[in-house]
């Protein structure tokens, strides 16, 4: 062991290492961050950091906070030098700094998150191959029915097509006048009918177009 790993060894070299570390950094440490801070360089042992720092408290020395279950230590401010104007205004001229550069790089994590969702959601290179392989056959399969409607004889002409159309519209309009003229007439009769509509259709022999479940069709 060296001579400052020895040092540190004692109590009293721990304490001092542990004092000068608080100091340097001015932040606040546990007990276990402080070790595994310290222990490398400069051979501590975890009692002996505990111990120190326990010292170190009661002596003044070192502030000691408790959350809970867990201690936390940092350098008394009052013991620190006062810092100058001069240092002063460095100090927030680099915690404007620090901050613009926070939010860069926030702005950088978003920007890296949405990519990389992206990129998740987006098929693989496998899967994007089976893909175009599917609407290759698709695209085949397509290709032949449409040279097979070219290659067809019996095409409709646009003559033929419009005739069929009129023929239609034509059939449409004379079924929905007579269905008309049908339901008025039997109103009328069913007027003066003692018994039901029902009773009435059936011993007369009348079927609905509701029965066959027959609909009248769209116009072409």
Known sequence: MSKGREAAAGGGGAAAVLLRYLREQNRPYSAQDAFGNLQREHGLGKAAVV??????????RVREKAYG????????????????????RGLDEEITARSAQLQ?????CRHMEAELKDLNSSMTTSEMAKEIETLRKDCASYTEKLERIKSA????????KEKVCREQQLYRREWR???????????????????????????VG????????VVLPAAL
């Open 69 to 88: 279950k867990q201690k936390i230590y940092f350098a008394d401010q009052e013991q620190l030098p006062a810092a100058s104007d001069a240092e002063l």
């Open 177 to 203: 006048r007579r269905k008309r003229m049908a339901t008025e007439l039997l109103d009328a009769i069913l007027e003066g009918y003692p018994k039901s509509k029902k009773q009435f259709f059936e011993e």
């Open 206 to 213: 009348i079927e609905t177009d509701e029965e066959h479940g």
């Open 153 to 160: 004889t019996n095409h409709v002409t646009p003559e033929e």
């Open 104 to 108: 860069a790089l926030q702005q950088s």
């Open 51 to 60: 111990k120190a720092l326990e010292q170190l408290a009661q002596q003044g």
